[in-house]
């Protein structure tokens, strides 16, 4: 029964895997890059990993406890560098874990991390990998099967509203109940109220999920823009632009919505890349509601701090864009840009590979919108990175995005679990920062050197030949649980060059434009009722908002009458104030914690 469930598993994963292959998958913020999704690997059950190399090492005793698992199987928790289980115990337990992953990664049985933690604790886990498709389509078979459920599910993607459901029906272990388990977690808890807030299940006060908590504060100002400097300084000689120097032209310039305006009229009328075409350049681009890279920016011209959801939190009250007077202003300044040709068209219908593919080869891109520079363009040190541009009434801000940079559903453990005190203790290890960094980005004799640096920080290897990091990194990162915030940045793991970079350019160019009073909305838990009124309206909102946006922004603006028709739909048939109302309430619930 069990051979013919798994080959018809993995038949689905064929199959699936060809239509994938057809569609692409989105990027997404947390994964780093991931173009394609190819076939899953196919399972090798029989490859595991090694004996713990600990277990007959001189380790002090374990400390003694009353749990019953100690005396046979030597269960401790306290002590974080020994082993959790003895000899015996890692070879009479063991944990079934389901986990969806990157098509480019090893099955996590094969994986370095996952032997050197095997070694370490002397837990044993068999992971059942399956690819991203195949999860979502069989998350909801895997909840309902209440005969044959794995242990837990690793990169699970709960939302607030499914664990609530699933935690009514006892079908999750509430981890809060096993905290004496877990000391780095529970470490992290006392020392992070505001997280612990974005975990608690509103019905029960309970934590039925471990988080992912990547801090780098990339994720707020998903959005840069970038300026063809080559192009601006024939601008500049030709004279077409007001009160605009070539020795001004560094990264951090302020250009005034009507300096742009000059320069991004230049850029249509000429032939700015020399191939005897004036048609071919794209003055200004963007990918329309991506989550990086798009148009919330141009809103800053008029003050407002806009997002995909147009809901930001302003003196901490839930706060819509698109109710404020602004926001209709600015959409009539950017669709006149569209209009003239300013804003390619194309902005608005290609997807961020189509972006990404066009600025490569012959340079057509004039100004864009863009996480960063260097995956665009073929020629990034052409371009500058420019503060948010000053709107015609002097204002100058930025986006504030909801993209959060804790995600609270990424492991569960089933009711059927039989030791999750055990396997609890385990997962509580991937919260160790040195731990944190090898999940996230590789292990220690992979991607990392046995010896630590002067500052006690891992030191990267060298790249093996013909392996751009990126690879090195999908192949034998899981990726999923992990605490990597300030601490680890400064006493553990260096970031990224790249991340680096990004956070260079966000000091200078981002982060001093958003006003103090502005914030995300973070991570919110929700009651059943509430949850009931987002899924009845929300969706509705969003498709509303989205549909006259677009048409304003492509077909000339928005006439006060249709302005005004829109607000009577937003506090009528939308139902706006009732969504509002249920995150201002969850959100005073949060900050009341
Ligand atoms: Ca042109
Ligand atoms: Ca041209």
Redesign the pocket.
Known sequence: MKNIKKILALLLIAVLAVTLTACGTKNEPAATTAPTEAPAATQNSETQAETPAQAEAAAPAAPVNDHPLNAEYGFQWTDTTAPILNEKGSQELSFHVYSSKNASALDYNDMKIMADLYAQTGVRVEWENVSESVYSQQKNLIFGNKENRPDAIYHAGMGAGEIIKYAKRKVLVPISDYLDYMPNFRKLLEERPDIKAQLLNVEDGKIYSLPRIEEMGLLQSPNLLFLNVAWTREVIAAGAVDGLTEDQLKDGLTLTAAQMEQILVYFRDH???????????RPMNFVYNNWQGNQCDLYGMFGLNDNLEHRVVVDDKITYTVQDERFKDATNFIANWVTDGLIDKVSFEQSQDNFLANGKGME?YGAFYWWESETVVSNPENYIVLSPLVGPNGDQTICVSNNPEISAGEVILFSNCKYPEVLLSYFDRYYDPFISAQINYGPIGIVYEEALDDQGMLVQKPLPEGVTSDELRLQNAPLGIINLGEYAWNHVVHMEPRAQLRLERLQLCAKPFVPDNVKPCPNLQFTMEELNTLSNYETNLNDYIRTNLISWLMKGGVSDAAWQSFQNDLSGKVNLAGIQKVYQDAYDRYMAK
């Open positions: 032939d700015m890349n020399g191939n005897g075409k004036t048609d071919d350049e057509t």
